[in-house]
């Protein structure tokens, strides 16, 4: 099991390794405003991922995305030469790969 202070730095490890990128989700927090605000949000954070896990219950708000077409290659006219390209919440990409750690470990 995991202890409070494992968690917040598994946390901010998960936070620090995100691309930092200015792409975000619907929610309009990139990954680059989340590293420079992780000592503050980590301990809420923390507590809504356990929340998450306890409950086995996935927040709603954090499965919308935001679909962008991307070109592939070909006749820009169409639409099968672009691939979709899906922009989750940074969120939910955190507690995405605190899952896949654990399960992986």
Request: include cysteine; proline fraction near 4%; hydrophobic fraction near 35%.
């Amino acid at each position: 099991m995991y202890s409070t202070n494992n968690l917040y730095v598994e946390y901010r490890h998960i936070i620090k390794s995100l691309m930092t990128k200015h792409t975000h989700g619907y929610d309009e927090i990139s990954t680059k405003i989340l590293i420079i605000i992780s000592n503050y949000i980590i301990s809420p954070l923390t507590c809504i991922c356990n929340r998450i896990i306890l409950l086995g219950s996935f927040p709603d708000r954090w499965k919308h995305s935001i679909i962008k077409p991307v070109f592939k290659r070909g006749d820009r006219t169409n639409y099968t030469n672009y691939s979709p390209i899906l922009l989750l919440t940074s969120f939910s990409k955190i507690f995405e790969r605190a899952i896949y750690i654990r399960l992986t470990e």
